[in-house]
């Protein structure tokens, strides 16, 4: 299709639970991006894909994020034990080049995750 | 309704006035800037960019403004419309990566 994908649009879970996210990025774009959105304003880089590979994951929390892009899957995000302070609005992008193409990324709607 | 810690700088305008956003931007290496656009409950969406080799370029209604020199790009948005209301954010990337910084974004209230 031609839009990114992300379900669930809410997600909640208590401290110390896991949570998956997941997106399916436009069919055809071989690039995947996550960034978290705190307070609704700062957005930060956490993971990219080029097709199934790790690109850069320089934003990642090692200890409890994870995230893969596995052929014919949506990609997944997931988080284990998660704190308080994981409470944001996760977004995907994708794109057909690392730089994204004329336009940029084109970005799903989200993923809202409220941890209590 | 939005949650609570927005403590984004706001820009009023009238209906049909001229809106200008600004953004400092972080890094002197970053070669390519996209304004986003994002409405409550979406995603950011593309607005215009542009290439640091360049430092104006139009669209439609919408004119972005590089200043190298002071790292400082702008966004002006000609006649804004109810419509515009949203929050701006500004991305900039630094040449050879592949991941943008986004500014702090600035909330575009239209008043009719």
């Known amino acids: 299709g031609e839009e990114v994908a992300q379900t669930p649009k809410h997600l909640v879970r208590g401290e110390g639970q896991k949570a998956k996210l997941y997106c399916a990025p436009i069919k055809g774009h071989s690039y995947v991006f996550w960034y978290q959105q705190v307070l609704k304003n700062e957005f930060k880089f956490l993971i990219s894909?080029?097709?199934?590979?790790?690109?850069?994951e320089t934003g990642m929390p090692k200890e409890r994020f994870s995230a893969k892009c596995l052929p014919n899957s949506p990609c997944s995000l997931e988080i284990q034990a998660t704190k308080l302070e994981d409470s944001a609005v996760y977004f995907c992008?994708?794109?057909?080049?690392?730089?994204?193409?004329?336009?940029?990324?084109?970005f799903g709607s989200g993923t809202r995750l409220t941890v209590v | 309704g939005e949650s609570v810690g927005l403590h984004l700088p706001t820009l009023s305008v009238q209906e049909g006035d001229n809106s200008i956003i600004n953004c400092a931007y972080s890094?002197?290496?970053?070669?390519?800037f996209i304004w986003y656009k994002q409405e409550s409950g979406k995603g950011p969406q593309f607005i215009i960019d542009?290439?640091?080799?360049?430092d104006k370029r139009q669209g439609q209604r919408v004119t972005v403004l590089l200043n190298k020199t002071v790292k400082h790009l702008s966004l002006q948005i000609a006649a804004t419309q109810p419509g515009d209301s949203a929050v701006y954010f500004c991305a900039e990337n630094k040449a050879g990566t592949y991941k943008y910084i986004f500014g702090t974004g600035t909330r575009l209230k239209v008043l009719a």
């Open positions: 890094n002197s290496a970053s070669d390519y």
């Open positions: 992008a994708s794109s057909p080049g690392p730089k994204g193409s004329n336009y940029g990324y084109t």
């Open positions: 894909f080029q097709n199934e590979n790790v690109f850069d």
């Open positions: 542009i290439r640091s080799n360049m």
